[in-house]
């Protein structure tokens, strides 16, 4: 295990307020993975769908949101790649406007620009000698159109910044195949960029610099843990944690908001730990449980795959799932922005397309939130269960649907709106 410090940050129009606390922790030999925030991203991606989906010119949008960049790093080196890159991505739309593609290339690759540009202006608001582009780093092929990173060319390119005596910049979230092509690295591609330099540099510790973050209920979770409570992505995405969760590397939380302070640590579990029940308990913010039932269901082969299949083709994301026996109803819940998505995908499938194959198929909609208790010491302790229902009976609390995974680390249940807070207060007091 080495010394060095992997961090990761997302520059956003706050971003100046980040470069002390960067300054003071981060040291020669360390790497830090940058991608853009949420407020810089949602501009970016107004530029390119005024540009590329209203087919309407966008160069000021465009020159606005550079200063706001060059605001951050008033470098003059930076401020001249700032101006370079505008021309590039100002070029590259203006012969998308009059091209049409059947996949994401050109907009991956559009984003990705933007993502190095990040990488510089961060690069020179700290002094780093070094930015590197993400896509040189991680190295990539293609497995049925799903993006695999190719770990013998990627820890080769990584290697390359062993014993580094000065600061690396990585702008991470894009990867590139040996032939050339952008590739997409998903939901949680930068924090994965770091995780993997992490694992393969054997750093001491990835940290997520983070705004808005308060988590009074531990300050230290293993992996498992973590993985339960931040299901939603946020601070942290817990399939980005993988690679240094496979290395044994810890994964550290640190606030902006409170100049820097490390606030959780994210770590396999202790040696000989005594079961401790419930560690913590969340809610999942608005859902809707969508319930598809009927008769077409009952012993017919392949029905899951038809259904489940059709909504992925609609970018369906699927957070919770319940199976009555009976095979009479299958019960999921999506975020309550992906249900006009959802529906959608439901109506093709009980369609006459499909009705020849599945009969008598219909679907109910209700919204509800989906509040989980989970730890490790769950596991193998008898009694969990029958508590947690009993004090959400005693508090007066109806399941809707319930699920508990076979790892034994956590228990969901759906409840109606109006009762998820006292849904997670009453499970708070096990």
């Known amino acids: 295990m080495n010394e060095l410090l992997i961090a990761h940050v997302l520059l956003d129009e706050g971003s100046a307020r980040e470069f002390p606390f960067l300054r003071r922790d981060l040291r020669a030999g360390d ?52 101006d370079a890159a505008a021309e590039i991505i100002y070029s590259v739309l203006c ?33 780093a000698q070094t930015v590197l582009d993400g896509r040189e780093v991680i190295l990539c092929e293609s497995n049925n159109g799903i993006p695999m990173i190719d770990r013998p060319l990627t820890e080769k390119r990584i290697a390359d910044l062993k014993g580094s005596a000065s600061l690396t910049v990585v702008a991470g979230s894009f990867g590139r195949k040996v032939t050339g092509e952008t590739v997409n690295l998903g939901a949680g591609g930068s924090e994965l960029t770091a995780s993997i330099l992490a694992a393969v540099l054997q750093a001491r510790a990835v940290r997520h610099y983070v705004s808005g ?13 973590a993985a339960q409570r931040f299901s939603s992505g946020e601070p942290v995405y817990p399939p980005a944690m993988l690679p240094a969760r496979k290395a ?60 489940f299949g059709i909504l992925a083709k609609e970018g369906v994301n699927i957070h919770f799932i319940s199976q009555s ?32 194959s599945f009969t008598d198929l219909s679907y109910t909609s209700v919204p509800v939130e989906i509040v989980s208790v989970f730890g490790q010491g769950m596991r193998h302790v008898p009694g969990i269960s029958g508590r947690v229902y009993s004090a959400l009976g005693a508090a007066g609390v109806n399941v809707v649907a319930s699920s508990q995974g076979g790892e034994e680390l956590s228990i969901s249940v759906v409840v109606g709106e109006a009762d998820a807070q006292k849904a997670k207060e009453a499970l708070e007091r096990l």
Request: include cysteine.
């Open 248 to 307: 044994a590397i810890p994964v550290e939380i640190a606030g902006l908001d409170t100049e820097g302070t490390l606030l959780l640590t994210i770590g396999p579990a202790p040696e000989g730990r005594a079961p401790e029940g419930i560690t913590g308990v969340v809610r999942s913010g608005a859902m809707t449980l969508l319930t598809v039932y009927g008769s077409g269901l009952l012993g017919s082969v392949g029905i899951s795959s038809a259904l």
């Open 95 to 127: 012969q998308g406007m009059s091209l049409s593609f059947r996949d994401n290339s050109l907009t991956d690759y559009l984003h990705a620009l933007f993502v190095q540009l990040c990488g510089q202006c961060l690069g020179a608001a700290l002094g």
């Open 213 to 225: 973050f308060a988590y009074a209920e531990s300050s230290a979770l293993t992996y498992e843990e």
């Open 31 to 82: 790497c830090v993975v940058v991608a853009p925030g949420k407020t810089l991203s949602g501009a970016y991606d107004a530029v390119l769908e005024r540009q590329l989906v209203d087919r309407t010119d966008a160069h000021a949008e465009l020159l606005s949101l550079i200063s706001r960049l060059k605001d951050l790093a008033p470098d003059p080196a930076f401020q001249r790649k700032a």
């Open 325 to 356: 026996v009976a095979e009479y109803s299958i019960s999921f819940a999506v975020k309550r922005p992906d249900t006009e998505q959802a529906k959608r995908a439901l109506d093709a499938l009980i369609s006459n397309t499909f009705r020849s």
